[in-house]
């Protein structure tokens, strides 16, 4: 009698719980991997760091280990020094591409669209897509009044590339009968832009922003090495001359978490707005 | 002559030739009347310019000679009276089922709210059959979901003159029977008139009221124009116990298969003697040969001398 009432307590807790713990069950399959991997980067991390403390030689950079990085990590974010360099970063990264995206998707929709556009400006664009960004740095800096500016330019003329190319192979994926459709509806040329052109390009122009969000968010740390006074570059250079490794470390741990973040993004971005032509 | 809800007048299609300075006819003189409410079938073999004479209906190319008029207004380009369904079912693929049927009903109604768009869109989903495919793309959809979308789409903007150039001919028999049905339907709730190309005489039977024969190109012309005399509502499966239905296929056939052949020679020589090519074609009843009209003793397409 006891034990009878005991189960059937036993069951309704179970049936009750059931959906916690398929929701646990499904966390753990989606996370088990991405943590075995972030696991394997830690211990990989966590030896490098024994190996750097136990050498001689190296032994002055010990604090590039997990510990004192993670310690002068919590440090930065809960003092709050770590918003201002990151504030002034993504201020830079984000002009460069807004400038980069509004020179290249319409760049890349003529290159796609006109044949002869293509040819000429193929070999003048492959020789400047292939000179390193930091190569204009000199002129850069001639040329704008500020570092900002500078800094600015030679995100955009990093990121324009990728997103270029990739709006042109949206546009030459068009389907003819799509457009076909838009006007057999009387859409006038904005309307084919908007409702058409926009949608059916769209996850190949985020595909090249993703590709240019890698390329910006690489050139600038070296382009904020010089000159400026802020952002993460700036603060890994500044921690380096004052011989914090423990914070240079936990800065590039800040420069590859926003990166995955912004990543992350371009990724939701494609796939909001991908479809599969069909065959 | 009265004036019917289409009128074709005198319709010529001439092209450049790559190898050549002389224009390519492909058709020439064509005149065709087309009642509202009446579903058109147009068959003719591979090259002789149908798609040509659906794309000048549609506004979609510019005749060399000639006008079609609908409803009392030449058509001068593409418009949303009339509705076209492609054969490859050209759907947007990155909207939904809905969307692609909402998107054309948008621009039909553009003040209309979004949920009277929905409503309407999905009323017409429903009349083909997709309640519960509404909400997958394309790539989701199986070939025959996909034309039935394009019908739904094409019907849900009411065009005053739906074109079709041969909406079923890349799907199997087995699909293709059941959207033949399934235009039927919508066809019998809203009265459209269609105009359709086909290459499926069984298919032209089962749907058209009228169906046009064209000789061979070039210098084609729409020779005869069929009555389908075969009482509705009309099904597949009954269709070939109906009296009409073989000497109305045997006709069609015999057409195809000589007939397209012979007028087109004559024509050709009419053309290399510099006749007129102005022409309507014979009504022929196959179902009913002793009630054939005045001109049936002709053999050939009926030349018109004089304008
Ligand atoms: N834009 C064009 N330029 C040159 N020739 C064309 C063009 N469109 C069609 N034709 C020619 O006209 C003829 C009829 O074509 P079409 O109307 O597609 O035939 P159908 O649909 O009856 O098979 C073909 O010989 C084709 O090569
Ligand atoms: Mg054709």
């Not at chain 2, 019908?151 to 003159?161: C, D, G, N, Q, W």
């Not at chain 2, 052949?261 to 024509?267: E, H, I, L, Q, T």
């Amino acid at each position: 009698m006891n034990r009878e009432a005991t189960l059937s307590i036993d069951t309704g807790t179970v049936e009750r719980l059931m959906p916690l713990l398929r929701f646990a069950d499904r966390t753990r399959r989606a996370l088990q991997y991405p943590l075995l991997g972030i696991a394997g980067l830690f211990a990989l991390w966590y030896w490098g760091g024994w190996a750097i403390a136990n050498n001689e030689d190296t032994m002055a950079f010990a604090s590039f280990a997990p510990g004192p990085t993670l310690a002068a990590f919590w440090d930065i974010v809960s003092s709050g020094a770590v918003w201002s360099p990151i504030e002034s970063s993504l201020y830079r990264v984000g002009w460069g591409l807004g400038y980069a995206i509004a020179i290249g998707v319409p760049l890349g929709v003529m290159i796609g669209y006109f044949l002869t556009l293509k040819q000429v400006t193929h070999v003048p664009f492959q020789f400047l897509r292939m000179i390193s960004p930091l190569a204009w740095m000199p002129i850069a800096v001639l040329a704008f009044a500020t570092w900002d500016a500078a800094i600015i330019f030679l995100i955009a003329i990093a990121a324009v590339w990728p997103i270029t190319y990739a709006t042109a192979h949206g546009v030459q994926r068009i389907d003819p009968m799509w457009l076909k459709v838009g006007n057999n509806l009387g859409a006038n040329p904005y309307h084919t832009l908007r409702y058409i052109v926009m949608p059916a390009i769209a996850q190949d122009v985020f595909a090249g922003i993703r590709l240019a969000v890698g390329v910006a968010w690489i050139v600038l740390v070296p382009a904020e090495y010089l000159g400026v006074t802020s952002g993460l570059g700036y603060a890994i250079n500044d921690a380096r001359d004052t011989l914090e490794y423990d914070k240079l470390a936990a800065f590039v741990l800040v420069i590859g978490i926003i990166g995955y973040m912004l990543d992350a993004i371009c990724v939701r971005l494609i796939k909001r707005s991908s479809y599969h032509a069909e065959g | 002559m009265s004036k019917g809800f289409l009128e074709i007048e005198n319709l010529s299609q001439r092209f450049p030739q790559p190898d050549s300075n002389d224009l390519l006819t492909v058709f020439e003189g064509v005149d065709v009347t087309i009642d509202k409410g009446e579903f058109v079938c147009l068959i003719g073999h591979s090259g002789c310019g149908k798609s040509t004479i659906l794309n000048v209906l549609a506004g979609l190319a510019t005749p060399t000679d000639g006008n079609v008029i609908m409803d009392n207004k030449e058509i001068k380009g593409p418009s949303l009276d009339q509705g076209v369904i492609f054969q490859n079912h050209s759907l947007l693929p990155w909207l939904t089922a809905r969307d692609n049927v909402m998107f054309a009903v948008r621009a039909r109604w553009p003040n209309w709210s979004k949920a009277k768009r929905r409503e309407h869109a999905e009323r017409y989903l429903h009349m083909v059959g997709l309640d519960d495919a509404m909400d997958r793309k394309p790539s989701q959809l199986s070939g025959g979901m996909r034309q039935r979308v394009g019908i739904a789409r094409a019907f849900a903007i009411e065009p005053k003159l739906l074109l079709m150039d041969e909406p079923f001919g890349a799907l199997d028999a087995l699909t293709r029977g059941v959207i033949q049905e399934e235009l039927l339907k919508i066809w019998s709730e809203t009265h459209q008139t269609v105009f359709m190309i086909t290459h499926d005489v069984d298919e032209a039977i089962l749907l058209a009221d009228r169906v046009l024969l064209m000789t061979n190109g070039p210098h084609a012309q729409v020779a005869e124009s069929v009555k389908i005399d075969i009482p509705r509502p009309r099904t597949r499966a009954t269709l070939h116990q109906e009296e009409a239905y073989y000497p109305i296929r045997n006709h069609l056939v015999d057409f195809l298969v000589e007939g397209a052949k012979v007028m087109s020679a004559k024509a050709q020589e009419a053309a290399a003697r510099g006749d007129n090519p102005r022409h309507t074609p014979r009504i022929v009843n196959p179902a009913r040969p002793e009630a054939e009209p005045e001109h049936s003793s002709q053999p050939g397409p009926r030349m018109v001398r004089a304008v």
